[in-house]
T-cell receptor, first 119, second 116 residues
Framework: NAGVTQTPKFQVLKTGQSMTLQCAQD?????MSWYRQDPGMGLRLIHY???????DQGEVPNGYNVSRSTTEDFPLRLLSAAPSQTSVYFC??????????????????FGPGTRLLVL | AQKITQTQPGMFVQEKEAVTLDCTYD???????LFWYKQPSSGEMIFLIY??????QNATEGRYSLNFQKARKSANLVISASQLGDSAMYFC?????????????FGSGTRLSIRP
C-alpha cells in the first residue's frame, strides 16, 4: 500500500497560470478531501468527496475545482493562480462507515503535501 | 462561530514531564468524532488518537490519552513522559455526524517544544 500520494511536491506558478495538483489513494477509501495549510491558521477544508462522482465545497472553495471520476483519484485544479493561493496543500482520505462507533475506521490518512508558491 | 478551539499557540515542556494540550469544540450534533494529529517539522500529518462521542471511556494509544469531558465539550490530549521527538505541531479535529457526508474540521494547532 502506497497510502495517499500527492504530486508534485513543490510547484512555482505565475499569477494567472492554471495547474492541477494530483492526489491518489490505494486504500479503496470513499472519503477524500483537500486542505490548505497557512501559517497560524491550521488546516482549512477546500473541497471534499464522499465517493466517485460526488464532490462538495468545504470552507474555502473559491478559486479551486475538483472532480472524482474514480475512487482512487481526486485532483485539485487551480483555474487562475493568485498569490493568495500560496500555501501547502494536503490531500486526505478515510474509510467512512456510519456503522462504526469508533476506532480507526474514521481516521484520515494524509498525503505528504504539495508546497505551492504563486508569484 | 469557531468549531474547534485550541487556545495554546505554543508550549514548552521539560523532557519526561506529562503535557496536556487543550481542545474545545462546538457542535449541536449528538454523534461526532474527535481526533488528534501530530505534524512534525517534516510536514506529514500523523494520526494519534480518536474519541467517538458515544464512547464511555477515554481513548488511549500508548503514551497518548484523550481527556474527554462531554459536558464541557473538551477533548484535551495528554502525553505522558514526553520525549524530544514529541516536539511538533498538534492539531485537534472534529467530525460532526457519522454520515458519509460529514466533514472534518481542524483547530489552529498548538506548537509543542520539548526541552532536554
Amino acid at each position: 500500500n502506497a497510502g495517499v500520494t500527492q504530486t508534485p511536491k513543490f510547484q512555482v506558478l505565475k499569477t494567472g497560470q492554471s495547474m492541477t495538483l494530483q492526489c491518489a489513494q490505494d486504500m479503496n477509501h470513499e472519503y477524500m478531501s483537500w486542505y490548505r495549510q497557512d501559517p497560524g491558521m491550521g488546516l482549512r477544508l477546500i473541497h471534499y468527496s464522499v465517493g466517485a462522482g460526488i464532490t462538495d465545497q468545504g470552507e474555502v472553495p473559491n478559486g479551486y475545482n475538483v472532480s472524482r471520476s474514480t475512487t482512487e483519484d481526486f485532483p485539485l485544479r487551480l483555474l487562475s493562480a493568485a498569490p493568495s493561493q500560496t500555501s501547502v496543500y494536503f490531500c486526505a482520505s478515510s474509510r467512512t462507515d456510519p456503522r462504526l462507533t469508533g476506532g480507526r475506521g474514521e481516521t484520515q490518512y494524509f498525503g505528504p503535501g504539495t508546497r505551492l508558491l504563486v508569484l | 462561530a469557531q468549531k474547534i478551539t485550541q487556545t495554546q499557540p505554543g508550549m514548552f515542556v521539560q523532557e519526561k514531564e506529562a503535557v496536556t494540550l487543550d481542545c474545545t469544540y462546538d457542535t449541536s450534533d449528538q454523534s461526532y468524532g474527535l481526533f488528534w494529529y501530530k505534524q512534525p517539522s517534516s510536514g506529514e500529518m500523523i494520526f494519534l488518537i480518536y474519541q467517538g462521542s458515544y464512547d464511555e471511556q477515554n481513548a488511549t494509544e500508548g503514551r497518548y490519552s484523550l481527556n474527554f469531558q462531554k459536558a464541557r465539550k473538551s477533548a484535551n490530549l495528554v502525553i505522558s513522559a514526553s520525549q524530544l521527538g514529541d516536539s511538533a505541531m498538534y492539531f485537534c479535529a472534529m467530525r460532526e455526524g457519522y454520515s458519509s457526508a460529514s466533514k472534518i474540521i481542524f483547530g489552529s494547532g498548538t506548537r509543542l517544544s520539548i526541552r532536554p
